[in-house]
């Protein structure tokens, strides 16, 4: 007898399935009043163009013409600066709310 409840030992025939889903597997949508971009590849919806790049050199970066490439690679460049400005001001809230917490507690204990 089991008990439907416990926990089911992970599937030993599919070593496959731990593995995470691939970068590009998250299903994207578009509200429907909005203009869609989509992949002529995949047919995925895309809100932006540059996201549309992205996913182009991500997914199907293998046959990609040189214009595609450029739009990836440019794409790739606006992450990358957009990742690091987050970065630094979650660097900087986490200082202020450190040193804020620090004063307050110089200030009130
Ligand atoms: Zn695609």
């Known amino acids: 007898m089991t008990d439907s409840t416990a926990p089911t030992a992970p599937d030993s025939t599919a ?9 590009t597997a998250v299903e994207t949508s578009v ?3 909005r203009e869609a971009h989509r992949c002529e ?8 163009a540059p996201a549309l790049a992205l996913h182009r050199g991500l997914a199907h970066g293998d046959d990609l013409d040189p214009a595609e ?8 460049d606006d992450e990358r600066a957009d990742l690091r400005r987050f970065r630094i001001v979650a660097l900087g809230a986490l200082v202020l709310l450190y040193f ?10």
Do not use: H, N, T
């Open 15 to 23: 070593p496959d399935s731990i593995a995470p889903p691939p970068r």
């Open 31 to 33: 509200p429907p009043d």
């Open 41 to 48: 590849r995949c047919g995925r919806p895309f809100a932006a």
């Open 69 to 76: 490439r450029e739009a990836y690679a440019a794409a790739l």
């Open 100 to 109: 804020g917490l620090l004063f307050a507690y110089a200030v009130f204990a």
